[in-house]
């Protein structure tokens, strides 16, 4: 009988393995969102690598999501980056959606730029938004089970879970480029049904500003092993409730829209990293 790896077996693995292949020495990760994938394009000196060959990974199923790890040169850093995350939504455990953020900490990353398409509970379709603070509202944590103490402490604080320098940097580089960056709080759902009206207005009241099915659990587990982060998200359109119906093809459509403003601004905030 083989014996089950624990989860650090797993992340050693997989570390060991894209070292192996050259990904060798990431300074930043970059969790590219649905539609936002394009920008690992723009990645120099790059290597390539199928998520099916890593061990441990997940698999990409998302229309809009590639399935690739780019790794290489962008804004003057080594950077590695997903085209293409894993959801909650898609059956996969939190293990799995939280996996590459483990192993970008295992490889030495010092910080993420996390980036998702979002519904607008206030802002508008084309806004782009600096996360401030999230609200978890997927009905678990990522964190549940046993804790990996040579990552972070049992119970982790999330008073900045979202690098308050880093956010400063994303507003001067947005400001000089003459790109608007609003400021706003997140609130993550499980999906993958659109939420109801109902659930939006009880949002709102809440605090949120954008709402999404991803980001939370990769933040969560970022800020628990001391990773900076940086949350952008892309408003594709405006949440249930504000406008007549929703569906996948509209976030892909408006994000094709604002992907220019989205990669100048991710490259531009990384030369300033
Ligand atoms: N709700 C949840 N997730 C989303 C939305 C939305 O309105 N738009 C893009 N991702």
Redesign the pocket.
């Known amino acids: 009988m083989t014996e089950e790896l624990t989860l650090l077996e797993k992340i050693e693995e997989a570390r060991h393995f894209l070292k192996w292949r050259g990904c060798d020495q990431p300074e930043f990760g970059l969790i590219l969102g649905?539609g936002l994938g394009e920008l690992a394009e723009e990645i120099t000196d790059s290597i390539t690598v199928d998520y099916k060959d890593i061990p441990h990974w997940g698999v990409s199923t998302v229309a809009g999501h590639a399935g690739k790890l780019v790794y290489g040169n962008l804004g003057g850093h080594k950077v590695l980056a997903l085209q293409g995350r894993f959801h909650y939504y898609e059956g996969n455990p939190m293990e799995v959606v939280t996996f590459p953020v483990r192993v970008m900490k295992a490889l030495g990353c010092e910080g993420v730029i996390v980036t998702?398409?979002?519904?607008g509970i206030g802002f508008g379709p084309g806004t782009l938004m600096a996360i401030t603070d999230h609200i978890n509202m997927t009905g678990t944590n990522p964190l549940i089970g046993p804790n990996l103490d040579d990552f972070g402490p049992r119970f982790p604080d999330m008073s900045k879970a979202y690098t308050p320098e880093y956010r400063q940097i994303a507003h001067e580089v947005a400001e000089k480029a003459g790109i608007k960056l609003d400021d706003g709080v997140y609130i993550g759902?499980s999906?993958p049904t659109?939420?109801t009206p109902a659930e939006i207005r009880a949002f709102k009241t809440l605090g949120a500003d954008a709402?999404?099915?991803s980001t939370v659990p990769e933040v969560i587990v970022a800020a628990h092993s001391g990773l900076k982060v940086l949350g952008i998200s892309a408003i594709?359109?405006h949440?249930?409730g504000f406008q007549e119906e929703?569906n996948h093809e509209e976030?892909v459509e408006v994000t094709q829209r604002i992907k220019e403003d989205f990669k100048g601004l991710i490259k531009a905030i990384l030369a300033e990293l």
Do not use: F, K, P
């Open positions: 649905s998702n398409a979002a519904g759902v999906g659109y939420e709402v999404g099915m594709t359109n949440a249930a929703l976030v």
